[in-house]
């Protein structure tokens, strides 16, 4: 990931917000325009910002709902060790002046859709034990997310263990979740942007 601060920033407790790029899962960089101009504007507003890469799928992920429960989980196992490489930061002499208890996700597209599961996934009995693809066939979630998460489950394979992955909101453009009933009274708050042919 790039991180993004403040030219000569000596303030300390710093909100961060992860920021994802779209591109249908197959596709997009942490370098893109967008994501940069993002980073950079709210770095100037006192923000500690990163623009992160996560793990992709090729052009089938549109043609299996397998692929791409398994492909979302591992973005989501990507940002939460993104998460959890700040908190770790924080732990160990907090080199970019964050506040650990105010971490936001967001992204725009795919990414808002990542930060979206990320947050209101709480844990695998959440997802659905038996889902059908495109063609009929069964496949189990739930056997998908613990394949990827392994030891840690729904906290995915992707490293910083030990450390929360824990957000305080979502800031989703364009980005949607696949089932609203992962959404609970209790969740974070969502701020969602949508264009009128969304």
């Known amino acids: 990931m790039d991180i993004y601060t403040a030219?000569?920033?000596?303030?300390?407790?710093?909100?961060v917000i992860l920021y994802l790029h779209g591109g249908s899962f197959y596709g997009g960089?942490?370098?893109?325009i967008d994501c940069v101009d993002f980073c950079e504007s709210m770095a100037k507003r006192g923000y500690v910002t990163a623009s992160l890469n996560y793990r992709l799928s090729d052009f089938s992920f549109i043609f299996s709902n397998e692929i791409q429960?398994?492909?979302?989980?591992?973005?989501?196992?990507d940002a939460k060790s993104a998460i959890r490489y700040f908190r770790n930061n924080f732990a160990n002499g907090n080199t970019y002046g964050i506040?650990?208890?105010?971490?936001?996700?967001?992204?725009?597209?795919?990414?808002?859709?990542?930060a979206i599961h990320q947050a209101y996934i709480d844990n695998i009995i959440d997802l659905p034990?038996?889902?059908?693809?495109?063609?009929?066939?069964?496949f189990?979630?739930?056997?998908?997310a613990n394949n990827v998460g392994g030891t840690y489950a729904i906290e995915g394979d992707a490293g910083n263990y030990g450390y929360s992955s824990e957000i305080s909101g979502?800031?989703?453009?364009?980005?949607?979740?696949?089932?609203?009933?992962?959404?609970d009274s209790d969740d974070e708050p969502l701020v969602s942007i949508q264009g009128t042919n969304d």
């Open 140 to 144: 189990n979630v739930q056997s998908i």
């Open 99 to 114: 506040d650990p208890n105010t971490i936001f996700a967001g992204g725009y597209s795919a990414g808002g859709v990542i």
């Open 69 to 77: 429960y398994e492909t979302v989980l591992k973005a989501v196992s």
């Open 7 to 15: 030219d000569g920033d000596t303030e300390i407790n710093r909100p």
């Open 129 to 138: 034990s038996i889902a059908t693809d495109n063609n009929g066939n069964s």
């Open 29 to 32: 960089d942490k370098a893109m």
């Open 170 to 183: 979502v800031i989703s453009f364009a980005g949607g979740i696949n089932d609203i009933s992962w959404i």
